[in-house]
């Protein structure tokens, strides 16, 4: 089975700071992950996925998100912290092919001037 | 192009009452996912259409909830004598086949709040 863990409920950052939030997976087959954003009162938006073609996976509004098989993680970062990034974020793992996305409980990103 | 789109946006109802959610999902996805979204259970996935595949009920937290898609495009969550603890927010999302590493595109979601 599937599982997804986001290490912190909350993460609060300064504009300008690096951002960094954590994911851990459990897949016993090789996982497809994503990381999507929810803005207040909106659906979620895909930020990135890794589908095995490359470890560093790069997306929307300057995050990425690198693959690490020995530590089962998929963090995403972002080098610099903008006012419009705060948010909550979601990792997911797609199960078998045909089923549907495993969540983790989702990180709030609070973003201070 | 066009998104997903679900309606309502809200639903408030009273304990019992039967409700409707529909997902207009976009055009040519085979795909079709229903999910829930709640303070205490984060998002759960309740229910999968793929094509003119039975769909995947495996996430229907009971006997209450159903759901069906007509034509192969626009899909109605139906849930009958509503509870307060069915008071969530249902996103609906599609994508355009069935391989786990197809993009689901989400719908702004019906927030459902049951008096």
């Known amino acids: 089975a599937q599982s997804v863990t986001q290490l912190g409920s909350h993460v609060s950052v300064s504009e300008g700071a690096l951002v960094l939030l954590r994911c851990n997976y459990s897949?016993?087959?090789?996982?497809?992950l994503f990381w999507y954003v929810q803005y207040p009162n909106q659906g979620l938006q895909l930020l990135l996925k890794y589908t095995s073609a490359a470890t560093l996976v790069k997306g929307i509004n300057g995050f990425e998100a690198e693959f690490k098989k020995s530590e089962t993680s998929f963090h995403l970062t972002k080098p610099s912290a903008h006012m419009s990034d705060a948010a909550e974020y979601f990792c997911a793992v797609s199960a078998q092919a045909g089923t549907a996305l495993i969540f983790g409980k989702g990180t709030t990103l609070s973003v201070s001037s | 192009g066009a998104g997903v789109s679900q309606s309502p946006s809200n639903k408030v109802t009273e304990k019992g009452k039967d409700v409707e959610l529909r997902c207009d999902p976009i055009s040519g996805h085979t795909a079709l996912y229903w999910y829930r979204q709640s303070l205490g259970q984060g998002l759960e996935f309740l229910i999968y259409f793929q094509g003119n595949s039975a769909p995947d009920k495996s996430g229907l937290p009971s006997d209450r909830f159903s759901a069906e898609r007509t034509g192969g495009s626009v899909s109605t969550l139906t849930i009958q004598r509503t509870q307060q603890e069915d008071s969530a927010v249902y996103l609906c999302a599609s994508s355009f086949g069935q391989g786990n590493a197809d993009t689901q595109y989400f719908g702004p979601g019906t927030r459902l709040t049951v008096l």
């Open positions: 897949s016993s087959v090789p996982p497809y």
